[in-house]
């Protein structure tokens, strides 16, 4: 159990059985009543953000988040496997968990999860991979006057937007958190 005083932007706690990470909060002492703290709260599953009042020095649940490396294999319909780093043993994952994250998941990547209570609930991938693109439009000099861009679809399935010089069979490097191209590999 931990106290409001103990709050740090990042760390999970349980509250009415549903697991939710700690975005943002706020002391607040009123000229009158008691002081409050005025949080912002994910839900680890959902990801759905609330907003939620406690009380000065109210009690919660901390939950103890494990963080495991993890490497992708392969998928089968809507289960996605991996196997861990450590032990060699092979987990499966829904694509529920795995959410947009499918799109950059490329054989022999590795990746880091979270497990809560012996459940995986949330996995995250480096913050840039480099894929080859499959397929893209070739680009037509000159062609600056609407827009730079044109979209390439990469090994994965994924569809980004890449400047016109970059063509299929080249490799490049992909933001994972927002989809952008960073630049050739």
Not at 61 to 83: C, L, P, R, V, W
Request: net charge positive.
């Amino acid at each position: 159990m931990i106290t409001t005083a103990d709050f740090k932007n990042g760390i999970s706690v349980v509250i009415g059985g549903i697991l939710y990470q700690l975005i943002e909060f706020q002391h607040i002492k009123p000229g009158k009543g008691g002081a409050f703290v005025r949080t912002r709260l994910r839900n680890m599953r959902t990801k759905a953000v609330v907003d939620k009042t406690f009380r000065a020095g109210e009690k919660i649940e901390d939950a103890y988040i494990e963080t495991k490396k993890m490497q992708y294999t392969y998928h089968s319909g809507n289960t996605y496997h991996f196997m861990d780093s450590k032990t060699f043993e092979e987990v499966s994952i829904t694509e529920s968990v795995i959410g947009d994250n499918k799109k950059f998941l490329k054989e022999g990547i590795e990746i880091t999860s979270l497990w809560h209570k012996a459940q995986i609930i949330d996995i995250s991938l480096p913050a840039a991979i480099i894929l080859k693109i499959t397929h893209s439009e070739p680009g037509i000099r000159g062609d600056t006057a609407r827009q730079a861009f044109k979209p390439a679809t990469l090994e994965t399935g994924a569809v980004v937007q890449v400047p016109l010089f970059v063509n299929a069979g080249d490799a490049i490097k992909v933001d994972t958190r927002t989809g952008e191209y960073l630049e050739r590999a």
